[in-house]
């Protein structure tokens, strides 16, 4: 079994745990962030990147044309077209495909909306996966991603992220101080997630040739960034 299919297996298991993550006054105030940034619109044919347990695809859906929910893990998918369903939401689809191969028709989407998907693939999978996203994108089509927006260096906010996380989950007595030791010998290995800083994403979407781009801080180690296809 490959990483990638350890990676789904995990997640697949952890359906009922994301949608409590979801569910929290946290995420739902990056689901805010993100919604206000899309401005979406009855014309607009939405891909919801890494949709979890639906958090986006849901709130977006009376506000759209149609959304298509994309996660890797088949667990996921199921529950939001489930909950669709039961909430009398006609216009939702899902998928099941890698971030970094979307699978979908040229030209096809008019807005892209992602909530902390893309820290788990590394620079180079990130700068793959938006090249796809931008074929997938109708000229004018519009990009919202929010992320784990820092990285380990000494700049002033990328240390108060990483002491604030460190102080947290130490509090958790010595199993905390485990998972902080494990975290570091990630981080020394190369195989810990892979949060960038706001200014890697301007530089990826602008490379890639998305105009418009923008980027913002948010609460904690969040981050968000803006785009637009021309």
């Given at each position: 079994?490959?990483?990638?299919?350890?990676?789904?297996?995990?997640?697949?298991?952890?359906?009922?745990?994301?949608e409590?993550v979801?569910?929290?006054?946290?995420?739902?105030?990056?689901?805010?962030?993100i919604?206000e940034h899309?401005s979406?619109?009855?014309?607009?044919?939405?891909?919801?990147?890494?949709?979890?347990?639906g958090?986006l695809?849901?709130?977006?859906?009376?506000?759209v044309?149609?959304?298509?929910?994309?996660?890797?893990?088949?667990?996921?998918?199921e529950?939001?077209?489930?909950?669709?369903?039961?909430?009398?939401?006609?216009n939702i689809?899902?998928?099941?495909?890698?971030l970094?191969?979307?699978g979908?028709?040229?030209?096809s989407?008019?807005l892209a909306?992602?909530?902390?998907?893309?820290?788990h693939?590394?620079?180079?999978d990130?700068?793959?996966?938006l090249?796809d996203?931008y074929?997938?994108?109708?000229?004018g089509?519009?990009?919202?991603?929010?992320?784990?927006?820092?990285?380990?260096?000494l700049?002033?906010?990328?240390?108060?992220?990483?002491?604030?996380?460190?102080?947290?989950?130490s509090?958790?007595?010595?199993?905390g101080?485990?998972r902080v030791?494990?975290?570091?010998?990630?981080?020394?290995?190369?195989?810990?997630?892979?949060?960038?800083r706001?200014?890697a994403?301007?530089?990826l979407?602008?490379?890639?040739?998305?105009?418009e781009?923008?980027?913002?801080?948010?609460?904690?180690?969040s981050?968000?960034?803006?785009?637009?296809?021309?």
């Amino acid at each position: 079994m490959t990483h990638d299919q350890h990676a789904n297996v995990s997640w697949n298991e952890r359906v009922n745990e994301w949608e409590e993550v979801a569910a929290s006054p946290a995420f739902q105030r990056l689901a805010d962030n993100i919604l206000e940034h899309a401005s979406p619109t009855l014309a607009d044919r939405v891909v919801d990147i890494g949709a979890g347990t639906g958090l986006l695809t849901l709130r977006v859906a009376p506000l759209v044309r149609d959304v298509l929910a994309i996660d890797a893990a088949p667990a996921m998918v199921e529950r939001v077209i489930a909950i669709g369903k039961r909430e009398g939401l006609e216009n939702i689809s899902g998928a099941v495909a890698d971030l970094r191969e979307l699978g979908l028709p040229d030209g096809s989407r008019t807005l892209a909306i992602s909530n902390y998907a893309y820290h788990h693939v590394d620079h180079e999978d990130k700068r793959v996966a938006l090249q796809d996203l931008y074929r997938v994108l109708a000229p004018g089509g519009r990009v919202v991603i929010c992320d784990m927006m820092f990285a380990v260096s000494l700049r002033p906010r990328d240390r108060r992220i990483i002491w604030d996380k460190v102080k947290l989950i130490s509090k958790r007595g010595p199993a905390g101080v485990l998972r902080v030791l494990k975290n570091a010998g990630k981080i020394a290995t190369g195989t810990w997630e892979h949060p960038e800083r706001p200014e890697a994403w301007e530089q990826l979407l602008t490379e890639i040739g998305f105009v418009e781009v923008a980027s913002y801080e948010l609460t904690n180690e969040s981050g968000l960034v803006t785009a637009r296809r021309p």
